[in-house]
């Protein structure tokens, strides 16, 4: 549908389809605007305001006092004339990438005939152009990419703005208070952020126009009913080239500083003071009405949770005592109203409200809502420690001793001393003896039955000869497993834990007073967590696992010993999906250790040097890995 008006005279609809392009060229004032929200501008960059010279101004111009641009919603460019008079007659076309706007009747003054660099506001409009043309100012907007020009222009301010195409929101229409096709509504709601339009498209290019005329041809290119407030009055000048009928209207009543509100299918406009008055009055009288509403009493027992959380939820001046709790008159009232109260009973778990009916029974619904049973997690853990040894370790030892005549050899010279002791004892009872006879001693260990041996002796009538091979090798293998396993409720810390207390003996005091004291250490495996059950479904689990065991006892001369223990931990956050398994961590550990022992020069001779060295080879590999299972129990409420 294509309305138009020229002059401030209607015209019949049927011929304005033809008449259209020639209204539309021989317009003395062309205004397009795309309207948008009402919201600050992000930035603004704007010339300084000018008088103009009259040395410059034309005969009977207008001049131009202000050039103000500003990014709108959605990212569109917004260009702000501001006159110094009025009797301003714009001129707005579109010459591909380029919006022009000729002022036929005006004056530039120097000062702002600059050109104005506007990339770094990101929107189409990228470079403004202001130049004094012959008897008029021409402003040129350079502008990228896919948009549409609107302008309109209210006393003595012009504004032009750029809308990007792509950048048009998607939301519905019924939110601002002017709902779509089907939908009703009893009030508006005043609506954050830009939006779209769906109503059918028209053309309007007024000149001086009454606002009340505007508003009436909207309601019958709509169909919806418009009240207009007596206070809704002035003149408006627009053109507005296909754009749905429900923008046009945002757009009239943006540039008159007026609102709407609507009810069913009638839509009142009025000044936007006017309107937030009758607002505020009503609301005025709905608390008048509540201060002299009824008081009633209600019981509201809790199943699930407790009382005394609750009322603190809803109100926080509830204070704790044996017998329950009572809002004062001032201060935060929570859902209360100003002569309401809330109480909490311990014993039965129950609420005692006290309030005019709609608030009772808004705090009924809201305790419904929160009174609804928890779902509960299981959380299984496994704690996998694996280790692995080998061993090798070669020796010897041998000794040639004996004596003949005055020469004694055997493994030391302490050994040859004892030798002539004994010989020069004539208490002896047998031959004499040397008490280390051995010149290499590397057995693989110094305790008994260790590890296999080979020994050798040969007799001589003067000198004796001893020799051991030993070898020992070992292998190891072993693998623990430890499975904790707990169930709690949603967001609830639960602890496991099992193990056992290794006691050691202290000493304090002085030192003639010496106490002994018992001490224990704790050798425990525990599982320490908190779930969180996510809207999702999944799991996030706060967790601390350790497990600890004895390695081995210090031996404390005088005081017994101590116990000394290796300890495994590991704390962390994790989100897990339900009934999913998933390792949250492991060690591993490798050594590697070779060793050697030798007699310098005697242990590098080929085949021979073996009896003087000793070999050892170690390898040692551990490994811990924990794995985390959590399983949701779901608990439906019952009816």
Do not use: C
Not at 445 to 458: F, M, P, R, V
């Amino acid at each position: 549908m294509i309305v138009s008006k020229a002059q401030g005279r209607p015209l019949a609809r049927g011929v304005l389809i033809g008449l259209l392009p020639g209204l539309l060229a021989a317009a003395a004032g062309v205004n397009a605007a795309q309207p948008a929200p009402s919201l600050a501008p992000l930035a603004a960059q704007s010339a300084t305001p000018a008088a103009v010279d009259p040395a410059h101004r034309l005969p009977g111009a207008v001049g131009v006092s202000k050039v103000d641009f500003k990014r709108g919603d959605g990212g569109s460019g917004k260009l702000i004339l501001t006159f110094d008079g009025e009797g301003a007659v714009p001129d707005m076309r579109t010459q591909g990438n380029s919006v022009v706007i000729d002022v036929g009747n005006s004056s530039l003054p120097p000062s702002l005939q600059r050109p104005l660099n506007v990339t770094d506001f990101a929107t189409p409009v990228q470079r403004i152009d202001a130049v004094q043309s012959g008897t008029g100012t021409r402003i040129v907007l350079s502008a990228q990419g896919e948009f549409e020009p609107m302008a309109y222009q209210s006393g003595r301010e012009y504004v032009v703005e750029l809308v990007p195409r792509a950048a048009a929101p998607q939301r519905a229409v019924g939110a601002v208070g002017l709902p779509a096709a089907g939908q009703s509504a009893t009030t508006s709601v005043i609506e954050e952020g830009p939006r779209t339009y769906s109503g059918h498209r028209v053309t309007f290019n007024f000149q001086d126009i009454p606002v009340r005329t505007v508003l009436q041809m909207i309601a019958e290119e709509s169909g919806i009913n418009i009240v207009a407030s007596d206070s809704v009055q002035g003149n408006v000048t627009l053109r507005l080239m296909e754009v749905p009928w429900d923008q046009a209207l945002d757009i009239v009543l943006q540039a008159k500083q007026l609102d709407k509100r609507r009810n069913g299918n009638v839509v009142w406009v009025a000044p936007q003071s006017e309107i937030a008055a009758f607002e505020q009055a009503r609301e005025d009288a709905r608390l008048a009405i509540e201060d002299r509403a009824e008081m009633v009493t209600e019981y509201i027992p809790i199943s699930y949770g407790n009382a005394e959380d609750i009322a603190k939820l809803l109100t926080e001046e509830s204070k704790a005592g044996s017998g329950g709790a009572g809002a004062s008159s001032g201060g935060n009232r929570g859902f209360l109203s100003s002569r309401g109260s809330l109480s909490f009973d311990r014993r039965t778990n129950t609420l005692l409200a006290i309030d005019i009916p709609a608030r009772v029974e808004e705090i009924k619904r809201l305790v419904a809502a929160l009174d609804k049973p928890v779902d509960q997690v299981v959380i299984e853990a496994r704690i996998v420690i694996a280790n692995e040894s080998f061993a090798r370790d070669l020796g010897a030892r041998f000794g040639v001793y004996g004596a003949k005549d005055r020469v004694i050899t055997s493994g030391s010279i302490d050994s040859n001393q004892s030798f002539l002791r004994s010989l020069n004892n004539p208490d002896r009872d047998g031959p004499p003896v040397f008490t280390n006879p051995l010149n290499f001693n590397r057995p693989v260990s110094n305790i008994e039955g260790a590890a296999g041996s080979l020994a050798l002796t040969i007799l001589g009538n003067y000198v004796n000869w001893d020799l051991e091979i030993s070898a020992l090798q070992q292998e190891g293998r072993g693998e623990v497993i430890s499975n904790p396993r707990i169930v709690t409720s949603n967001q609830r810390e639960a602890v496991i834990s099992q193990g056992q207390e290794v006691g050691y003996l202290t000493v304090t005091g002085g030192q003639s007073n010496n106490v002994p004291t018992v001490q224990f250490k704790d050798v425990l495996l525990e599982l320490k967590v908190t779930p969180t059950i996510t809207a999702d479904g999944r799991v996030f689990l706060a967790m601390e696992i350790k497990k600890d065991e004895i390695s081995g006892f210090t031996d404390m001369e005088g005081f017994g010993e101590v116990p000394n223990l290796n300890k495994r931990s590991i704390t962390t956050a994790v989100l897990i999906d339900d009934g999913q398994t998933v390792s949250i961590g492991g060690v591993y550990e490798f050594r590697d250790r070779s060793d050697v022992s030798k007699v310098p020069f005697l242990a590098d001779l080929p085949i021979i040097g073996n009896l003087f060295k000793n070999r050892n080879r170690s390898r040692e590999k551990a490994e811990l890995l924990i794995f985390v299972t959590p399983k949701v129990m779901r608990v439906a409420q019952r009816s």
